[in-house]
């Protein structure tokens, strides 16, 4: 069973160097802090701690449901003064309601599990994030000093849950004993799929920010790049897929290489030259997560002279792909797996645009019958802990826990280990656009993984 290079999310330099520019900008805000606007961390506040509490009210709110009209409505940078005004102001609506979901759910986990030191460092980021912006409500962003201070907030709010998905599983494996590995997958697939539409609200009005007319300065890198004309925001309307899939390639073909002495291959066919609108991040996330599997099945299967084989294939326009018969691959997990949380994925600008299918061959050996049923949860990997002490070291093939792979990211380890958190963290990534992963092994010679991202329409 294949498995995952064990690294906090980031990414490459060269796959998509317009989001670095937005991402070296915002790191800017940081020394543009205005001491009126900075809150005292909470520390060590008891998990149900309802002085002035403000949860209880929000969380029972419903959640706006996003869409990719929301995110590019206010239209193509750089942005107006009052376009600028409004995006901030719709960021300013959604978040705090999206906070008091997330602080509610950590509440509703047993109080055990609260009060370890790792789940209540996040519950107190949680809290600490909505008691920053809790103060921006009451007032109306009505002239750009505001905006500028409600900008360096979300950057302080981006920045602060940085690292919540791997503390977060630290503290599950500590509290094992207390809480079922059922609940575990349930709590982070819904914690995921929140956190993914949170980070992408508040990046996007950042992003939107550096590129706008009131703050664009080419000096400061601003999003987008003079060079990238096609960004909104954190959106690339004129994405190709097989950039990411070279940049994410090359990068994992480094680490293989670097642990094991052997640099995999890879081929792009299909239709390389496929273009559309995706949040590059995200693509090149899930990409890199697939492709840490593929290589690493493929040289541990002594398969090294074997490509792994990169299949882009463009969905004709205007045509839904007809429900899956008997015996065909399936581009959503079971629907009892995927929690309440399907109401927050994503809507499309168009619901008829068409998808890009990409499918991952490898040689690897494929996924032992014992193991395939447990390819989506967050508390299985084929990587033994012994291995897991050992960066680089060779795995025994033996149950363990993913979430040991998970953790370890928190302390900036890089090795080929797990098979991780790799797959169902993509498949949450993918399936927040309306997308999905599919997996099909032929044990004994390799597997098949279709990531299918779903068309979000033209963006004009």
């Given at each position: 069973m294949r498995g995952s290079i064990v690294r906090p999310l980031r990414y490459s330099r060269s796959a998509i160097p317009q989001i670095n520019c937005w991402r070296r900008a915002s790191s800017t805000l940081q020394h543009l802090k205005n001491a009126s606007t900075a809150h005292h961390r909470p520390q060590h506040h008891h998990p149900h701690e309802r002085e002035h509490d403000f949860v209880p009210h929000l969380a029972k709110q419903p959640?706006?449901?996003?869409?990719?009209?929301?995110?590019v409505k206010h239209g193509r940078p750089p942005l107006s003064a009052d376009a600028l005004l409004a995006s901030a102001r719709f960021t300013l609506s959604l978040l705090p309601i999206r906070l008091a979901h997330r602080i509610q759910a950590l509440r509703n986990l047993p109080y055990i599990v609260v009060s370890n030191p790792n789940i209540s460092r996040i519950y107190n980021n949680y809290q600490h994030s909505?008691?920053?912006?809790?103060?921006?409500?009451?007032?109306?962003?009505?002239?750009l000093e505001d905006e500028i201070r409600f900008t360096e907030v979300l950057a302080e709010l981006v920045q602060t849950h940085t690292d919540t998905i791997p503390i977060l599983a630290r503290g599950f494996l500590e509290c094992r004993k207390y809480i079922s590995p059922a609940e575990v997958t349930r709590f982070l697939d819904e914690h995921l799929r929140a956190r993914i539409g949170t980070r992408l609200v508040a990046e996007q009005h950042i992003a939107l920010h550096f590129s706008s007319t009131p703050?664009?300065?080419?000096?400061?890198?601003?999003?987008?790049?003079?060079?990238?004309?096609?960004?909104?925001?954190?959106?690339?309307?004129?994405?190709?897929?097989?950039?990411?899939?070279d940049s994410c390639g090359g990068f994992v073909a480094d680490i293989c290489e670097l642990n094991y002495g052997v640099r995999p291959r890879w081929i792009v066919d299909g239709e390389p030259d496929t273009t559309f609108a995706f949040v590059p991040m995200h693509l090149e996330y899930i990409v890199t997560e697939l492709l840490k599997n593929a290589f690493r099945a493929t040289v541990e299967n002594g398969m090294n002279r074997e490509p792994v084989v990169i299949t882009i294939a463009p969905e004709p326009p205007a045509v839904k792909p007809p429900p899956p018969q008997q015996g065909q691959v399936r581009?959503?997990?079971?629907?009892?797996?995927?929690?309440?949380?399907?109401?927050?994925?994503?809507?499309?600008?168009?619901?008829?645009?068409?998808?890009?299918?990409?499918?991952?061959?490898?040689r690897g050996?494929?996924?032992?019958?014992?193991?395939?049923?447990?390819?989506?949860?967050?508390?299985?990997?084929?990587?033994?802990?012994?291995?897991?002490?050992?960066?680089?070291g060779s795995s025994s093939w033996t149950g363990g826990d993913a979430l040991n792979v998970i953790s370890a990211a928190s302390h900036g380890r890089s090795s080929i280990a797990g098979l991780g958190y790799g797959l169902p963290l993509s498949r949450a990534y993918a399936?927040?656009?309306?997308?999905?992963?599919?997996?099909?092994?032929?044990?004994?010679?390799?597997?098949?993984?279709?990531?299918?991202?779903?068309?979000?329409?033209?963006?004009?």
């Open positions: 959640l706006h449901p996003l869409s990719l009209a929301d995110l909505l008691s920053t912006l809790l103060p921006w409500q009451g007032r109306t962003i009505s002239n703050h664009f300065d080419p000096a400061a890198s601003p999003t987008p790049c003079p060079e990238h004309p096609s960004y909104i925001g954190v959106i690339d309307t004129a994405l190709r897929p097989a950039l990411t899939i581009l959503e997990p079971p629907r009892e797996s995927r929690g309440a949380f399907d109401r927050d994925a994503i809507a499309p600008l168009d619901d008829n645009a068409p998808g890009v299918t990409i499918r991952i061959r490898d050996g494929g996924i032992g019958p014992d193991v395939l049923p447990h390819i989506w949860s967050y508390s299985f990997t084929t990587f033994s802990e012994s291995d897991d002490d050992v960066p680089g399936e927040y656009f309306g997308g999905g992963i599919a997996v099909q092994s032929l044990h004994g010679w390799g597997t098949d993984v279709y990531l299918r991202l779903k068309g979000v329409g033209k963006i004009e």
